[in-house]
């Protein structure tokens, strides 16, 4: 079954350091990518997707992600953080079957705090 | 454009209880989920229709949970009888069609406790 690994539950980094949400998830022969994003008392929102052409994704405020099949990871980025990207950020996949796409499966979240 | 409505809020019940969540997509879209969030968890999947029509409930305890669309608008979520590994935040999402690269919107969830 398809599986999304976050590996980090916590990060703390302080305002305008950069940063790295790390992802991998588990092989599949053809996978949509996503990271969405949980302010606090809000609902999740889609942050950045990948679903095929150049492997380096970028959204509206600055976050990036690059798709690497070799080692089935997709990693989130950030140059240069706010504090209000003060959130919860959670990747998820959907990996294709024999019919189609699978339902999206999420990792368990990554809490990043941006301290002054 | 209103964003995908959810009520209420928060419920608090004891256990063995019977709870219902409510639902409204944004209109127009055609697919809709019902995700489970347990703390320090990622959202999982509950239930997918697709208009009034059940696509995926595989992950769905259907001893005790019930979800319907009946007019393919909006969506209630049941949970009859309650126990304590239930408390979570039950979270509803629409997309315009089911395909892959469809991006979901989510609501801001209902959080049950259960006592």
């Known amino acids: 079954a398809q599986s999304v690994t976050q590996l980090d539950s916590q990060v703390p980094v302080f305002e305008e350091a950069p940063v790295e949400l790390r992802c991998n998830y588990s092989?599949?022969?053809?996978?949509?990518l996503f990271w969405y994003v949980q302010y606090p008392n809000q609902g999740l929102q889609l942050l950045l997707k990948y679903l095929s052409g150049s492997t380096l994704v970028e959204s509206i405020n600055g976050f990036e992600a690059e798709f690497n099949k070799s080692q089935t990871s997709f990693h989130l980025r950030k140059p240069s953080v706010h504090i209000s990207d003060t959130a919860e950020y959670f990747c998820?996949?959907?990996?294709?079957?024999?019919?189609?796409?699978?339902?999206?499966?999420f990792g368990a979240g990554t809490r990043l705090a941006v301290h002054p | 454009e209103a964003g995908v409505a959810q009520s209420p809020r928060y419920k608090i019940i004891e256990k063995r209880q019977s709870v219902a969540f409510w639902c409204n997509p944004i209109?127009?879209?055609?697919?809709l989920y019902w995700y489970q969030q347990i703390l320090g968890q990622g959202p999982k999947l509950l239930i997918q229709?697709?208009?009034?029509?059940?696509?995926?409930d595989s992950q769905l305890p259907k001893d005790r949970f019930s979800a319907e669309r009946l007019k393919g608008v909006d969506s209630t979520l049941k949970i009859q009888p309650a126990k304590l590994e239930d408390s979570a935040v039950y979270l509803c999402?629409?997309?315009?069609?089911?395909?892959?690269?469809?991006?979901?919107?989510f609501g801001p969830g209902t959080r049950l406790t259960v006592l």
């Open positions: 999402a629409s997309s315009l069609e089911a395909g892959g690269g469809n991006e979901q919107f």
């Open positions: 092989s599949s022969v053809s996978v949509y």
């Open positions: 998820a996949v959907r990996g294709y079957i024999s019919g189609g796409y699978n339902k999206l499966i």
């Open positions: 209109s127009g879209h055609a697919t």
């Open positions: 229709f697709q208009n009034n029509g059940v696509v995926d």
